[in-house]
């Protein structure tokens, strides 16, 4: 039974309840994932993909709906356009994060309950 007056981001990964129905059941928090390093490089390049991508689209006619695929195209593109070295820089800031968000996943999994008191009003 659907509950219309729940609050959607209660369910969201922030949840404490969430770590703790984990820590009984084993089951509902799925380990974080090692991000490619072009998703971490568009981050920081926003205005740069989206100029290409509205120049592109202009030049080309592009369909409004279409610009999700002509954007990761672009992105792919500038990416690899990049000299090899800046390359290996993404991907070695994009696997520190993921460590990072691997060690926080696991002192939630591991770790006593949140003393923080934002945490506890959650």
Not at 30 to 56: F, G, L, Q, Y
């Amino acid at each position: 039974m659907k509950d219309s007056n729940s609050d959607p981001q209660a369910a969201g990964p922030t949840n404490p309840y969430r770590v703790l129905l984990h820590k009984l059941t084993g089951v509902g928090i799925a380990k974080p994932r090692c991000k490619p390093a072009a998703n971490i490089w568009r981050k920081m390049n926003r205005d740069v993909i989206e100029a290409e991508v509205r120049s592109r689209a202009s030049a080309e006619q592009t369909n409004p709906k279409k610009l999700a695929p002509l954007r990761e195209t672009i992105i792919k593109r500038l990416f690899s356009d990049l000299p090899q070295e800046e390359q290996l820089d993404w991907a070695r800031l994009a696997k520190e994060e993921h460590a990072e968000a691997v060690k926080k996943w696991k002192d939630d999994i591991v770790g006593p309950p949140s003393t923080d008191p934002e945490d506890r009003q959650r």
